[in-house]
């Protein structure tokens, strides 16, 4: 398996200029943010945000997990996500804006009032690995790695 092709973009009008392709999708690794340390970014996995250039993306940390639907405007990605929260249903929205040293903040809100600062760099890799690492009964659990 293959990852989709990452290049430095978040908006779709940088997204055309730099690849004339608006359905790329764009991975980013969350590696910091202002309410939570690195241990918890990456308590259920690598801290990760797809934007995709179809409007949809995803963004996982800590025990997050959640859909994005995404709108673009000249400098920023404008998103409202839903999603999982320790076993609670979540909703909410958020922005992320590319840096001038190609990183990109997000700014992202929960229903409650709380809001957190992300930062989150390109994802360099550009082929994914599939392991199976267990079978337990029925399931069978893998480790993707990009």
């Not at 200029?17 to 259920?44: C, F, M, P, Q």
């Not at 320790?86 to 997000?106: C, K, P, Q, R, Y």
């Not at 809001?115 to 599939?130: D, G, P, V, W």
């Amino acid at each position: 398996n293959r990852c989709p092709r990452i290049t430095e973009i978040t908006v779709r009008d940088l997204a055309k200029r730099v690849s004339g392709n608006y359905r790329n999708t764009h991975r980013w690794r969350i590696v910091e943010a202002d309410l939570w340390d690195r241990s918890y970014l990456n308590l259920g996995g690598p801290a990760m945000i797809t934007i995709g250039g179809d409007n949809n993306g995803e963004i996982a940390f800590g025990v997050l997990q959640a859909g994005l639907d995404l709108s673009y405007s000249p400098s920023i990605v404008h998103f409202t996500w839903a999603g999982c929260d320790e076993m609670d249903e979540v909703t909410d929205d958020g922005h992320a804006e590319l840096l001038d040293d190609g990183s990109i903040e997000i700014t992202f809100t929960y229903h409650n009032g709380d809001e957190a600062i992300l930062k989150a760099i390109r994802q360099t890799s550009s082929t994914c690995q599939i392991n199976q690492i267990g079978v337990d009964y029925q399931y069978y659990y893998f480790l993707m790695s990009c």
